[in-house]
């Protein structure tokens, strides 16, 4: 049956949540959905910060008037459809936990990569839950949590010459609608695909394959990515 | 610089010795290797059964006249330039430590993936040594391991009217000239690229991954690998 992009769902209605929006990744998601038409809100701790950043994403070429802006994380979480955890993964677990009850019944997407870094470079740090997705699943039980965008490079989601990013967002979900929801939602950004790739508990090896992209980029003086083969 | 494969180094005249080559992705390695005129051994703990799996790849179409036969494990090892660890992971341990003499000195390429299955799928199971390529580095003290050929999909590597098969080796290694001997050797392959993607640190990602891709191929119908962007 293979990858097949009509069978997504609609998602272009959804508000879009990032929480960690000023940091590097999540100002490029952010970017990359506010540029593809999509309602965008910029959470952070400091609301100030989120509305400073949602106000230089607004101004960026091709940026639709009026689709994104910032605020705290609780109102951000409140106020979305859809929330994209994009924190470092040093404040993981008290940014998630805090957010339990604005994020029940949603879908929240985890995009963090548990990585230490040492003299040889970065590697996997362990994980008591098994990975940051489980552990965002373990904190909100009410919430339908996926693992997806671990792989996008932030220098090109935030680089404005860039119009298309060729590479697949790998999906871990426990939920398939979530993750078929999560799918649409990578197609938005132009040379994406979403593709399911396994339960939660396979999620691990996704977030740390984000270590073997860095030693890739180091090597080889690109921006890697990941492109499933024969779908 | 990104991926270059005028700066590979000849592998043409070495010989691929193939432990576990009686096996689906061992049997399917030396197929593709024999194919690409490469001198290969099979080795199997019951040189007999090697000696039938080689006779049956000898007369696939397009295999060179006399470049495969097969012997005993410690009999390839010992007269093989490079070899190519394709057991089972129960047998791992067991199969490489008995190997450590006929190996020494050696590129070694662990191609085990470590996984579980229960009825939810495939899992990475742990390791205490963190991956199977690390185990075979710890038992095999004096060769030069690496971990690469994970992904390669043995049905397709069997397949006589595939002429070519679209994928990415993700090779991790200490010894980076040996990478690039693994490099070349993957080139060998229609369609394959070898890419360092880190130490072997990194390798239980890489190993573990093939669960995902397990998944992939349950939900999508497909024989999925892997190919990275922007190289």
């Known amino acids: 049956m293979g990858y097949d992009a ?11 949540g990032i929480i960690g929006g000023t940091g590097d990744q999540g100002r490029g998601l952010a970017y990359r959905f506010a540029l593809a038409g999509q309602r965008v ?7 100030a910060r989120a509305a400073g950043a949602a106000e230089e994403i607004a101004v960026l070429p091709g940026v639709p008037a009026g689709v994104i802006t910032g605020g705290g994380n609780d109102e951000v979480s409140s106020a979305s459809d859809l929330v994209v955890i994009a924190v470092p993964w040093a404040g993981h677990e008290a940014t998630v936990a805090a957010l339990r009850e604005s994020l029940a019944g949603k879908i929240v997407v985890d995009c963090v ?3 230490g870094f040492d003299k040889h470079g970065p590697y996997a740090l362990a994980v ?3 990975s940051a997705a489980q552990q965002a699943a373990a904190l ?7 693992a997806a965008f671990n792989h996008v490079s932030a220098p090109l989601l935030a680089d404005p010459a860039i119009d298309r990013i060729d590479l697949d967002v790998l999906i871990c979900a426990e939920d398939r609608d979530a993750a078929g929801v999560v799918a649409a939602l990578a197609a938005r950004i132009a040379g994406m695909r979403g593709i399911y ?4 508990r396979n999620a691990h090896q996704i977030e740390a394959f984000t270590a073997n992209l860095i030693a890739i980029n180091k090597r080889y003086k690109a921006h890697s990515g990941v492109r499933v083969t024969d779908l």
């Open 6 to 16: 009509s069978a997504l769902p609609d998602v272009t209605g959804l508000t879009i």
């Open 113 to 115: 990569n548990p990585l």
């Open 197 to 200: 790739a396994g339960r939660l």
């Open 140 to 146: 909100l039980p009410e919430s339908r949590v996926c």
């Open 128 to 130: 008591e839950h098994g």
């Open 41 to 47: 809100l910029i959470g952070s701790r400091d609301a």
